[in-house]
C-alpha cells in the first residue's frame, strides 16, 4: 500500500448505496442491481483517490446482514478485516442508513452497534442517510429529525454519531450524480484515528433470528422488482414465438 493521508471505510447494509458513494468519491467500484436478493459488493474493495488534496484510501467492503446467515457471517468477517486497515493506517468511518421516514432499521442499529464494539479506542461516526425520497428530504433538515435519529442511534448503539456529523442525500437516477461538496466538507471535520484492537466481528443465531421480518421484506421487495422486469421480457419472448 502506498503513503496516504488516511483511509475512508464506508459500511452499510446491503442496498445502502456504499460503492455509489465510494465512486461519487473517485472509485471506481462494482456497484447497480442484484439479482440473487444479496449485497453487490461480495468483497473488500480498496481505491485511492484524492479528496482536498489528501489521498484518500477508500475502503468498502459487503454489507452485513443477508437472509443468509452464512452469507451474514462471511460478510461479519469482511467487515472485521477491512477495519483492521485502521491498525496501520489512520482512518475515518462512515456509516450508511437509508431513508425510512426518520426511523432507523434494526438491521442498520446492529451493523453500527457491531461496528463500534469492535473498535478500541471508541471511533466516532460520520452518519450518511442516503436515498433519500423527495417528499422527505426538507423533512431531514431540521433539527428535530436529525435529533430523534441520533439519540436512537446513541441509546441503542452507544456509537459516537452526533447531529453535526450528519449527511443527508436525496434518492438520485442511475445517470445523475449528486453533489458531494457537503459530504467532502464534513469529512474534514471527522477526527481521523487509529485501532489499538479489532474485536472480530460476530453475529449470533439469535441476532440473525431477530432480524427476520426485515430480511424477508428486503427479499421480498428485490424479488418483485426482478419479477416487474422479467414481465415485460416474458411478453416479448411470447411474441416472438
Known amino acids: ?5 488516511y483511509a475512508l471505510f464506508i459500511t452499510g447494509n446491503p442496498g445502502s448505496g456504499k460503492s455509489f458513494i465510494a465512486n461519487n468519491l473517485g472509485a471506481n467500484f462494482r456497484t447497480g442491481f442484484s439479482m440473487h436478493g444479496g449485497g453487490v459488493t461480495t468483497e473488500v474493495q480498496s481505491a485511492e483517490v484524492t479528496i ?37 493506517t489512520p482512518c475515518k468511518i462512515g456509516v ?16 453500527i452497534k457491531k461496528v463500534h464494539e469492535a473498535l478500541t479506542p471508541a471511533f466516532e461516526f460520520l452518519l450518511i442517510v442516503n436515498q433519500i425520497r423527495r417528499r422527505n428530504i426538507t423533512n431531514y433538515a431540521t433539527r428535530e429529525c436529525l435529533t430523534a435519529l441520533v439519540q ?17 442525500i436525496a434518492d438520485f437516477e442511475p445517470e445523475q450524480r449528486p453533489d458531494m461538496a457537503p ?14 484492537d479489532v474485536k472480530p466481528i460476530v453475529i449470533s443465531t439469535e441476532e440473525h433470528q431477530s432480524l427476520g421480518e ?13 419479477a416487474s422486469l422479467a414481465g415485460p421480457m ?8
Open 96 to 111: 450508511i442508513v437509508t431513508d425510512h421516514n426518520g426511523r432507523i432499521q434494526q438491521a442498520d442499529l446492529l451493523l
Open 52 to 88: 482536498e488534496s489528501q489521498r484518500v484510501l477508500l475502503v468498502d467492503a459487503p454489507g452485513l446482514i443477508e437472509a443468509d446467515y452464512q452469507a451474514t457471517q462471511r460478510n461479519a468477517g469482511m467487515i472485521t478485516d477491512a477495519l483492521g486497515i485502521s491498525r496501520h
Open 1 to 5: 500500500m502506498t503513503n496516504v493521508d
Open 183 to 196: 459530504l467532502i466538507r464534513m469529512l474534514g471535520s471527522i477526527n481521523q484515528q487509529s485501532a489499538e
Open 152 to 168: 436512537t442511534i446513541q441509546s441503542r448503539t452507544g456509537a459516537d454519531v452526533r447531529i453535526d456529523r450528519v449527511i443527508a
Open 234 to 241: 416474458l411478453m416479448i419472448g411470447q411474441m416472438i414465438m
Open 214 to 226: 426485515k430480511i424477508l421484506f428486503y427479499v421480498y421487495r428485490t424479488l418483485k422488482i426482478i
